[in-house]
């Protein structure tokens, strides 16, 4: 059975951080491109971080540029999004996907920026 298990999510206050861990089990987490979406009330998902496989390449949304970082544990199945500078406009919800031969989500934890 595929699962991937965010946690990290909460409340802080501007310019805090927050780091996001993704657990993922039931499919070779190696080979799969490891992504972190978010979506805000009223606004479509967005992509904001990705990293392929073997970590080699990552992108980041403009947005996020320089504040957030994406990475990887091949030997824990575990993708991590460290959030830094955090502003208002990050509140959403944030969802891990993996995508390879399947496309897989998790179901989200919420993140709250505010004072």
């Known amino acids: 059975q595929v699962q991937l298990v965010e946690s990290g999510g909460g409340l802080v206050q501007p310019g805090g951080s927050l780091r996001l861990s993704c657990a993922a089990s039931g499919f070779t987490f190696s080979r799969y491109t490891m992504s972190w979406y978010r979506q805000a009330p009223g606004k479509e998902r967005e992509l904001v971080a990705a990293m392929t496989s073997a970590g080699g390449s990552t992108n980041y949304a403009d947005s996020v540029k320089g504040r957030f970082t994406i990475s990887r544990d091949n030997a824990k199945n575990t993708v991590y999004l460290q959030m830094n500078s955090l502003k208002p406009e990050d509140t959403a919800v944030y969802y891990c996907?993996?995508?390879?031969?399947?496309?897989?989500w998790g179901q989200g934890t919420q993140v709250t920026v505010s004072s």
């Open positions: 996907n993996a995508w390879y031969i399947y496309t897989y």
